[in-house]
């Protein structure tokens, strides 16, 4: 099974509340900025093994260029769950953000 790689300008036309989008950047750079609706779950703790998915749920997985939401994505896939990887990711994201500081 090979996740499927979603481009960002695609990604961005959705309908993003119906989503389930996992942002997998680290806390500082997601509390800077993210999707309204998007979950945080570090690389650290992806890679940790420490999260919990819904496997009846498709997600969609995010990071600041592509290189976590990459790993991620495998890690995801490996442990039997829908994943659709953007790219490139919010670096070039121009859709709806809660922005807490411009630090990233």
Do not use: W
């Amino acid at each position: 099974m090979t996740f499927n790689l979603v481009p960002l300008e695609t990604f961005e036309r959705l309908d993003m509340p119906s989503l389930n989008v996992l942002d997998v950047r680290p806390r500082e750079q997601f509390e800077s900025f993210h999707i309204p609706t998007a979950v945080n779950i570090p690389i650290d703790d992806v890679e940790d093994g420490k999260f919990e998915l819904d496997p009846a749920k498709s997600y969609y997985v995010i990071c600041r260029t592509t290189n976590k939401a990459y790993r991620a994505s495998h890690i995801f896939e490996d442990a039997g769950f829908d994943i659709q990887m953007v790219a490139p990711g919010m670096i070039d994201y121009h859709g709806e953000i809660i922005r807490n500081n411009d630090d990233y």
